[in-house]
């Protein structure tokens, strides 16, 4: 097979086996550098998303600080008219001219005039999404929203918690978000952070066994329905927002055990 091969690629040489193995050994290599290039690219993208909507996040928290100083700025996230009224005040006296994100981009490179202009508490702008603190089940009623910091919940403007991996419970009013929700969505929900990061979703678990003294459970992602991607996580490494799926099936194990 490999002479015929070589003999239709590299017609009358002598050494056509040696120089068809050495094609697809070059050719393989070349197509995993364009894979890791791809891969890298790919994560360069995420990486940029990611930063970008941390990064609106701060100025939408800055806006609702600045709501009390400046006239005009309406209530909600993602309102370019918001970004052009803060840019042109004059305290801040920047251009407003530009799409939305350019906007956000120069609102954020400035963020220390304007915290230092309307004399703002920085530690509280700066805390769009909460990595270092540990909250308990006492927290959940109190955890206040990552973009006004209110922690007012009511049934026209709920918090919801965010299911993805936090150190601490993190909400988000559901008129605060952008585009702004005017429903609690059912199931798994994930923030604008989360979502960024492209986070995978556990939608259930399927099993459960000890690797190495450590509990380990299988479990099925969102999205991906072919038994191939269902891999083993450490019971540790299950996001809190999805700790419920794990009880569950604790449950149902108990229970086909009786």
Same mark, same amino acid.
């Given at each position: !097979?490999?002479?015929?091969?070589?003999?239709?690629?590299? #017609?009358?040489?002598?050494?056509?086996?040696?120089r068809?193995?050495?094609?697809? &050994?070059?050719k393989? !290599?070349?197509?995993?550098?364009?894979?890791?290039?791809?891969?890298?690219?790919?994560? $360069?993208a995420?990486?940029?998303?990611?930063?970008?909507?941390e !990064?609106?996040?701060?100025?939408?928290?800055? %806006?609702?600080?600045?709501?009390p100083?400046?006239?005009?700025?309406?209530?909600?996230?993602?309102?370019? &008219?918001?970004?052009v009224r803060?840019?042109?005040?004059?305290?801040?006296?920047?251009?407003?001219f530009g799409?939305?994100? $350019?906007?956000? $981009?120069?609102?954020?490179?400035?963020?220390?005039?304007?915290?230092?202009?309307?004399?703002?508490?920085?530690q509280?702008?700066y805390?769009?999404?909460?990595l270092?603190?540990?909250?308990?089940?006492?927290?959940?009623?109190?955890? #206040?929203?990552?973009?006004?910091?209110?922690?007012?919940?009511?049934?026209?403007?709920? %918090?919801?918690l965010?299911?993805?991996?936090?150190?601490?419970?993190?909400?988000?009013?559901?008129?605060?978000?952008?585009?702004?929700l005017?429903?609690? #969505?059912?199931?798994?929900?994930?923030? #604008?952070?989360?979502?960024?990061?492209?986070?995978?979703? %556990?939608? $259930?678990?399927?099993?459960?066994?000890? %690797?190495?003294?450590?509990?380990?459970?299988?479990?099925?992602?969102?999205?991906?329905?072919?038994?191939?991607?269902?891999?083993?996580?450490?019971?540790?490494d299950?996001?809190?927002?999805?700790?419920?799926?794990?009880?569950?099936?604790?449950?149902?194990?108990?229970?086909?055990?009786?």
């Amino acid at each position: !097979m490999q002479a015929r091969l070589a003999g239709m690629l590299f #017609p009358g040489s002598k050494d056509g086996v040696a120089r068809l193995r050495r094609f697809f &050994s070059e050719k393989r !290599m070349k197509d995993f550098i364009k894979e890791e290039e791809r891969k890298e690219a790919a994560s $360069e993208a995420i990486q940029r998303d990611l930063e970008f909507t941390e !990064m609106r996040l701060v100025v939408e928290k800055v %806006i609702h600080l600045c709501r009390p100083s400046i006239k005009g700025l309406k209530h909600g996230a993602g309102i370019k &008219s918001n970004y052009v009224r803060m840019l042109d005040d004059d305290r801040i006296g920047l251009s407003s001219f530009g799409t939305k994100k $350019e906007l956000i $981009e120069r609102l954020h490179e400035h963020m220390a005039h304007i915290i230092n202009m309307f004399s703002l508490d920085r530690q509280q702008v700066y805390r769009v999404v909460n990595l270092s603190s540990e909250c308990d089940e006492s927290d959940l009623e109190t955890a #206040p929203c990552e973009i006004c910091n209110s922690p007012e919940d009511s049934v026209e403007n709920p %918090i919801i918690l965010c299911d993805g991996d936090h150190a601490g419970h993190v909400g988000y009013h559901i008129r605060c978000l952008s585009p702004a929700l005017y429903y609690v #969505p059912s199931g798994t929900w994930l923030c #604008p952070v989360c979502k960024a990061a492209n986070l995978f979703i %556990i939608e $259930e678990v399927l099993d459960k066994k000890t %690797i190495g003294g450590v509990v380990n459970y299988m479990v099925k992602w969102k999205g991906y329905d072919d038994p191939s991607y269902n891999s083993w996580q450490k019971a540790a490494d299950i996001p809190k927002g999805s700790r419920h799926l794990v009880t569950e099936f604790n449950k149902r194990s108990r229970g086909a055990q009786k």
